[in-house]
């Protein structure tokens, strides 16, 4: 079941972004030396960490998400946390379905509750109508993220097209949401690109 969760089903959309980006640095370098900018970093390395991120919303874990929810139920979240790192191998596979596991059970750690506590609905509106303005392939992204992370028969708040957005946002921030999350991520990489380029991750 665990082995499943690594072909991600976005692997080709992956791949593509990570070409992209890869590229698109190489061009810059080129034009800084064409330019004679000789005090750019010509040795940076592309940023992969959206591309990783994309790939990981896609990865297939309904059945897993399902059956560490069933053997669990009850524990308390360090308990449910301790009970599925027990079961899990200590190699690749099994530390990429834990850290899935543990999204989930802890999926505010990091930055974002830091972000949530100053966010009101207002600005969520407001960042989400000009991220749909940017790319309006937003709905797609947002909607893909949050079904690969909540599964169909479990509830969960789509986005239905811009209209919706004053609702959807007012429901993510009561709920303290995946949703939310996802919501986050893909407006801060739609907000971090140059105006003008493409977006290369599609909704599948």
Do not use: Q
Not at 59 to 80: Q, Y
Request: charged letters at 30%; hydrophobic letters at 40%.
């Amino acid at each position: 079941m665990i082995r499943s969760i690594l072909p991600s089903k976005a692997r080709v959309g992956a791949r593509f972004g990570k070409r992209f980006e890869k590229r698109r640095v190489r061009h810059a370098i080129r034009a800084a030396l064409r330019a004679g900018t000789f005090d750019a970093d010509l040795r940076r390395d592309a940023d992969l960490s959206t591309v990783v991120w994309w790939r990981r919303t896609a990865d297939k874990l309904h059945p897993f998400m399902r059956w560490c929810r069933a053997r669990t139920a009850g524990m308390t979240p360090e308990e449910a946390l301790g009970y599925v790192r027990g079961l899990l191998p200590r190699n690749l596979i099994g530390d990429h379905a834990y850290g899935h596991w543990e999204a989930v059970v802890r999926p505010y750690m990091g930055r974002l509750p830091t972000v949530r506590t100053r966010l009101d609905v207002g600005t969520l509106c407001t960042r989400l109508r000009a991220a749909y303005e940017r790319d309006p392939s937003l709905v797609g992204m947002l909607n893909a993220a949050i079904k690969s992370r909540i599964a169909f028969d479990e509830p969960r708040r789509l986005l239905f097209g811009v209209h919706d957005i004053d609702a959807f946002a007012r429901d993510a921030l009561r709920r303290g949401s995946i949703e939310l999350d996802c919501a986050m991520a893909i407006m801060e990489e739609i907000e971090g690109r140059p105006n003008g380029r493409p977006s290369h991750f599609r909704a599948a």
